[in-house]
């Protein structure tokens, strides 16, 4: 047992980091740090830059265009990315529809959309939730009716990340109506250019657009575009779903956000001193600290225990991880919404559809996005399965409840 | 960076697991807490075969040489048995002050015996008004021609009452609460001066009270620079702390099986309570309780020989929060969650909640160390 990393370990933690440093604009870091919302743009050309590097999807198999990287390697590789803090390669593409391609597409739709997706030619959204189906998502309506060599999709799909920039959709759509509800699911890519479908923004509680609804109104997808095998969706799905082990608990973003707490603490003066002075502020930091450690070496833990695994099922200790790493998250955002005080009350909106956009800052000038990252940072005990769904996994699959 | 064990190390675990699954049953526990000591000897002599008295010492003192890992190891294993042994105070306390002061004399002098079994000893420095800090010290050292003089009163000295040796802090210099001016002996537990008040603790070790009056010490007991011995004092509690980190999850992972296996097996209502979502989730919180708990005490054993003292008491005193939080958490809730049957001195699961209640009072508690950590404003390094 040597719970440190190797020195080539962090040899390769020099690099990952000198290359962010030398070839992440300033302006989309900058952005990162003070919790501003990056462009389309920004993530684009940050993904090209690494694409070029040939690290723009270090998870998948070298034969198309991973890294073949070590678990632990690829964990150093994500923490360095929120360390720094550099936007995350567009996870829709590059760790969900991209993998469940490589496991269960065709060849024709590896050459199609692989290599578009490491570049991000194509930006790729998630049609999984609907209205009617959220925790029990098995439940979900949308119907693909087969007609020769095409579907026709039916159907809304709901908080879709980022649909108002997306080319292509991944859908959960019901191609048999009669069978059990998990056996009736269809894995099904879509094209947002398709006559019929419609996107409409939903404004969240931050006055921010980043979900929006998807309406499939007699949308025709060719028959091509399925993935696998009809009715065999929902695997694929859980497979997707149990993809994501390393990177989901984010300490990376939860250590670089408790750097600017500290940061903004030490200039902020409650009463007579920074109220990185105060004693209960200070408690309330390392109470967080502590539990992000703890979650550190259990996220360690799960990433080191990786190379001893065969099958591909996800391991439930990442249920733990996506639970506790969400808290720790909420926690940050409460605190640093603690840090800036009274300014955190004026309603600055960033968003350049808002004519008030670009005037100047209320108070201090850091202080405008925080208390939305406050009310946004909610989203993550709800998203990616509930945080009470991910306790019903752990309760059956590691207490055999 | 690599969580398994080395084949060594299973061999170790594995032993471990058969002596402790022969002769470690609850009720055989029983009898040896009903022994004049409290503990058994013969087990002790037992542990000296099997070479985990010996365990951290080099091996021309008898030892095998392991580290913290090896120790890890052994405390999990005793904290899932409630060993009653003095372990930690012999081997991991009084052995850890030779290993980091002791002379070459005292090592080859003492070490062999505490090796083979034939020395126990208990660490005497908690006194009535020093609570956690290990430099808050009123016993007084005096010299007297080459040797020196203790006076004072020491408390909850854990196994102090059987013990062979004491060590014992005293002030040599400075104030009760100055960092400087301290100094470690080693004393005879039977010595003329000493006089030993035993009783049981809450958990059902043993503890003692010990008053020093005019007690004589030559030059050979002297541990460290006399004044200068703070530094090993907290170098020893830090791994002792660290030590005691593995045993508590021993022992938190003993409480959290004996409830799922509850919830499997209780009906209520027509059904296990298992099937309660309630009661799922709440032994979902803590597993996860248990699963940090977990992390932490492998972070404190890979930090316990941190030679940068400043990087070690902080990433120990993370892990004692976390530690006392998650002990706190998973023994009031197994207790909750046993209902009736919890409550019983007769039933197991009280007693696994009794010992890391304890041990969350061992060394500075959660919150002392929480706010040792926020006045250093120190986050435990980075792996």
């Not at chain 1, 059990?180 to 479908?197: N, R, V």
């Not at chain 1, 696998?228 to 250590?255: C, H, M, P």
Request: glycine fraction near 10%.
């Amino acid at each position: 047992m040597d719970l440190r990393f190797t020195p080539e370990e962090l040899a390769f933690r020099d690099d990952v980091r000198a290359f962010f440093r030398a070839n992440l604009p300033e302006s989309i870091r900058t952005k990162l740090v003070e919790g501003k919302h990056l462009a389309k743009d920004d993530i684009v050309t940050w993904q090209r830059t690494l694409n070029k590097k040939g690290w723009a999807v270090a998870n998948w198999p070298v034969q198309w265009g991973g890294t073949g990287w070590t678990p632990v390697q690829q964990y150093i590789f994500q923490e360095e990315l929120q360390l720094t803090p550099a936007p995350q390669p567009l996870g829709f593409g590059v760790t969900m529809v991209g993998p469940v391609m490589i496991a269960f597409g065709s060849e024709a739709q590896k050459k199609r959309f692989l290599p578009r997706i490491a570049n991000l030619d194509d930006w790729w959204c998630q049609g999984f939730s609907e209205p009617g189906a959220g925790s029990d998502l098995a439940s979900l309506r949308t119907a693909a009716r087969r007609e020769d060599d095409h579907y026709i999709v039916n159907g809304q799909k709901t908080w879709t990340t980022l649909a108002q920039h997306a080319d292509w959709i991944f859908c959960l759509v019901r191609t048999d109506p009669q069978a059990k509800k998990q056996e009736g699911i269809s894995f099904l890519l879509i094209d947002m250019k398709t006559p019929g479908i419609t996107v409409r923004p939903i404004v969240t509680i931050e006055g921010g657009h980043e979900v929006n609804e998807v309406f499939f109104d007699d949308v025709k997808v060719p028959a091509e575009n399925l993935v696998g095998q009809e009715n065999k969706g929902w695997d694929y799905a859980k497979y997707l779903l149990g993809r994501e082990r390393t990177g989901i608990a984010r300490v990376g973003l939860s250590k670089e956000r408790i750097r600017r707490i500290k940061e903004l603490a030490a200039v902020e003066i409650a009463g007579d001193k920074p109220l990185i002075e105060d004693e209960r502020f200070r408690e309330k930091l390392a109470t967080v600290e502590v539990e992000l450690k703890a979650l550190e070496m259990t996220q360690l833990r799960v990433v080191a225990a990786e190379r001893h695994r065969t099958d591909n099922k996800p391991d439930p200790a990442s249920s733990i991880l996506k639970i506790k790493g969400s808290e720790i998250q909420q926690a940050t955002t409460e605190l640093l919404f603690e840090v800036v005080g009274p300014y955190a009350l004026p309603y600055q909106p960033e968003h350049e559809d808002d004519e008030r956009w670009n005037e100047p800052p209320i108070g201090p000038e850091w202080a405008g996005p925080i208390a939305p990252t406050y009310f946004n940072w909610r989203k993550t005990t709800i998203y990616g399965g509930t945080n009470e769904i991910q306790k019903n996994i752990i309760a059956k699959a590691i207490l055999g409840l | 960076m690599d969580f398994d064990l080395s084949e060594e190390q299973r061999l170790l675990k594995e032993s471990l697991d058969r002596l402790i699954g022969e002769r470690y049953a609850f009720d055989q526990r029983k009898s040896y807490a009903q022994s004049p000591e409290g503990w058994s000897r013969e087990l002790w002599a037992q542990f000296a075969e099997l070479g985990l008295l010996g365990l951290p010492f080099e091996e021309r003192h008898g030892g095998s040489a392991g580290g913290p890992v090896e120790t890890m190891i052994a405390m999990e294993a005793f904290g899932r048995a409630l060993v009653l042994e003095p372990y930690l105070a012999t081997i991991l306390l009084g052995g850890g002050f030779l290993r980091h002061g002791g002379s070459a004399q005292q090592c080859a002098h003492l070490i062999p015996k505490i090796a083979d079994g034939s020395l126990t000893f208990a660490f005497a420095h908690t006194e009535r008004q020093s609570r956690y800090d290990l430099h808050d010290i009123e016993t007084r050292a005096v010299t007297d021609g080459a040797g020196w003089v203790l006076d004072g009163e020491k408390g909850v000295v854990v196994h102090g009452d059987s013990a062979d040796k004491l060590i014992v802090t005293a002030r040599v210099g400075g104030g009760r609460r100055d960092r400087g001016g301290v100094a470690a002996f080693i004393i005879d537990g039977k010595a003329a001066g000493v006089s030993r008040r035993g009783y049981p603790t809450q958990d059902g070790l043993r503890g003692a009270e010990i008053t020093l009056a005019n007690v004589r010490v030559g030059p050979e007991g002297v541990v460290g620079e006399p004044g200068g011995a703070l530094p090993i004092i907290e170098r020893v509690v830090d791994e002792g702390i660290a030590a005691l980190c593995a045993e508590a999850v021993g022992a938190m992972a003993v409480m959290h099986e004996l409830t799922v296996e509850y919830l499997k097996t209780r009906r209520q209502f027509g059904r296990e309570i298992g099937s309660f979502q309630i009661l799922q989730h709440r032994a979902v919180d803590m597993l996860i309780a248990l699963e940090q708990a977990r992390s932490m005490a492998m972070f404190a054993t890979m930090m316990a020989a941190e030679e940068n003292a400043a990087e070690r008491r902080n990433a120990v005193a993370a892990a004692k929060v976390q530690i006392g939080r998650s002990g706190k958490f998973i023994g009031q809730q197994a207790i909750q969650l046993h209902g009736g049957i919890g409550m019983t001195m007769e039933y197991k699961v009280g007693h696994y909640f009794k010992r890391v209640t304890m041990i969350d009072m061992m060394f500075g508690d959660a919150d002392h160390h929480l706010r040792q950590l926020a006045r250093r404003g120190a986050a435990p390094a980075a792996a």
